[in-house]
T-cell receptor, first 113, second 114 residues
């Protein structure tokens, strides 16, 4: 049981490039989310999903796309990378039930030059 | 929209002492859940403790306990017998009912000094 797996752990991009951050969970969790964490700050929600085929925008969705074709996977796509998207990205999943906590991946540190 | 405020960006405590981290939130809803997460330098996010809003009794997990004041919309974390391994950033988080998303505060960096 690996939990939530994020790849890659580190990535450097040039402005304008696109890429996909991968997130997979093996706990059969219905809910998955993507957050970004800027230095010294909390987590801000980018996009989230309450089940396969269902996604919704969070607090800071601009410049990012997501899809949820399976329960296990929730990839985050940067369409055209900008320096403002330099951050640490966390994927999280949780099962239904309000008391259930989020399970987080180890994060992806992304730098945009 | 819900907001979560952690008013103490940084705190420090001597080893074996007790420290309290503050968190306030704003919501007009009645069915929600509150969490404290710990983020050590390894960057992992680890659940510390959780509280259901409908429960009056404060949650406790070993050395960690909360003071949940629903009317005041306050959810503070008390760490007793602080240990060096408690050094981390602590985040307060709010979640509505069975929503798929959480709102996080900006965190409090706690340093435990030997």
């Amino acid at each position: 049981n690996a939990g939530v797996t994020q790849t890659p752990k580190f990535q450097v991009l040039k402005t304008g490039q696109s890429m996909t951050l991968q997130c997979a969970q093996d706990m059969n969790h219905e809910y998955m989310s993507w957050y970004r964490q800027d230095p010294g700050m909390g987590l801000r929600l980018i996009h989230y999903s309450v089940g396969a085929g269902i996604t919704d925008q969070g607090e800071v969705p601009n410049g990012y796309n997501v899809s949820r074709s399976t329960t296990e996977d929730f990839p985050l796509r940067l369409l055209s990378a900008a320096p403002s998207q330099t951050s640490v990205y966390f994927c999280a999943s949780r099962s239904q039930g309000g008391h259930q906590p989020q399970h987080f991946g180890d994060g992806t540190r992304l730098s945009i030059l | 929209a819900q907001t979560v405020t952690q008013s103490q960006p940084e705190m420090s405590v001597q080893e074996a002492e007790t420290v309290t981290l503050s968190c306030t939130y704003d919501t007009s809803e009645n069915n929600y859940y509150l969490f404290w997460y710990k983020q050590p330098p390894s960057r992992q996010m680890i659940l510390v403790i959780r509280q259901e809003a409908y429960k009056q009794q404060n949650a406790t997990e070993n050395r960690f306990s909360v003071n949940f004041q629903k009317a005041a919309k306050s959810f503070s974390l008390k760490i007793s017998d602080s240990q060096l391994g408690d050094t981390a950033m602590y985040f307060c988080a709010f979640m509505l009912g069975n929503a798929g998303k959480s709102t996080f505060g900006d965190g409090t960096t706690l340093t435990v000094k030997p």
